[in-house]
């Protein structure tokens, strides 16, 4: 008989990804972030403490309050992130003087920051995010909103019992960045289109920056 996976039940690579981008807005410029420079990260933190003290390793108590929490700490960082890259834009089309060391630094962390926030929201969002997708907790899951290779029957793979880990999500993230569009996981709903487009327009435009600022420093 079929083992279920468990690999889904972790909470800790969402925290630690969550973590990560703490660091990396803090380390922006202080040209990109706004005053008080703490707030944002006090907002993030305030989210991100009941749900890791709740779930801190596993994936084992679920409530209302909850999943909203986790579901706004996902958007809020989404959303701040592409408040940083209109700061960006603004920068560099406004001609305000910013040293080149400063700009690559800060299209590396807000594209950087833009993958792990995709990745936070696919996690949360698909089938009505991690409980709903565990067969072994009482949330029904709703109707998928990726569809990953492994669930269409792949050799090798039973689809039945398969269910994405936070890696997958954070892959999904990861290649809509870099290519622009889907690779081999395919959107479904709307709201995975969106975004799945939102993550790639964030990408697409950090890079078009970056370019343009060489070109005229060239």
Same mark, same amino acid.
């Given at each position: 008989?079929?083992?279920?996976?468990?690999?889904?039940?972790?909470?800790?690579?969402?925290?630690?990804?969550? $973590? $990560?981008?703490?660091?990396?807005?803090?380390?922006?410029?202080?040209?990109?972030?706004?005053?008080?420079? =703490?707030?944002?990260?006090?907002?993030?933190?305030?989210?991100?403490?009941?749900?890791?003290?709740?779930?801190?390793?596993?994936?084992?108590?679920?409530?209302?309050?909850?999943?909203?929490?986790?579901?706004?700490?996902? #958007?809020?960082?989404?959303?701040?992130? @592409?408040?940083? /890259?209109?700061?960006?834009?603004?920068?560099?089309?406004?001609?305000?003087? /910013?040293?080149?060391?400063?700009?690559?630094?800060?299209?590396?962390?807000? =594209?950087?920051?833009?993958?792990?926030?995709?990745?936070?929201?696919?996690?949360?969002?698909?089938? #009505?995010?991690?409980?709903?997708?565990?067969?072994?907790?009482?949330?029904?899951?709703?109707?998928?909103? /990726?569809?990953?290779?492994?669930?269409?029957?792949?050799?090798? =793979?039973?689809?039945?019992? =398969?269910?994405?880990?936070?890696?997958?999500?954070?892959?999904?993230?990861?290649?809509?960045?870099? @290519?622009?569009?889907?690779?081999?996981?395919?959107?479904?709903?709307?709201?995975?289109?969106?975004?799945?487009?939102?993550? @790639?327009?964030?990408?697409?435009?950090?890079?078009?920056?970056?370019?343009?600022?060489?070109?005229?420093?060239?």
């Amino acid at each position: 008989m079929p083992t279920l996976r468990v690999a889904h039940e972790r909470r800790w690579p969402a925290t630690l990804t969550v $973590a $990560a981008v703490l660091a990396l807005q803090l380390a922006l410029p202080t040209e990109f972030t706004g005053d008080p420079r =703490w707030l944002v990260p006090a907002l993030e933190i305030a989210l991100l403490v009941p749900v890791f003290v709740t779930n801190p390793v596993t994936l084992r108590r679920d409530t209302v309050w909850l999943r909203r929490a986790a579901l706004a700490l996902a #958007g809020l960082v989404a959303a701040v992130n @592409a408040a940083h /890259l209109v700061r960006l834009v603004d920068v560099v089309i406004s001609g305000e003087h /910013l040293p080149p060391r400063s700009l690559v630094q800060a299209a590396l962390l807000i =594209w950087v920051t833009n993958v792990a926030a995709a990745a936070l929201v696919l996690w949360e969002m698909d089938r #009505g995010g991690p409980f709903a997708r565990d067969p072994r907790h009482a949330r029904l899951p709703g109707r998928p909103d /990726l569809f990953f290779p492994q669930m269409g029957g792949v050799a090798g =793979w039973d689809a039945a019992t =398969w269910h994405p880990s936070f890696s997958e999500y954070l892959f999904v993230a990861f290649t809509t960045a870099t @290519a622009f569009s889907p690779t081999d996981t395919l959107p479904l709903s709307a709201r995975a289109k969106a975004m799945m487009t939102g993550a @790639a327009s964030v990408s697409l435009v950090t890079l078009a920056i970056v370019a343009a600022r060489a070109v005229n420093v060239l």
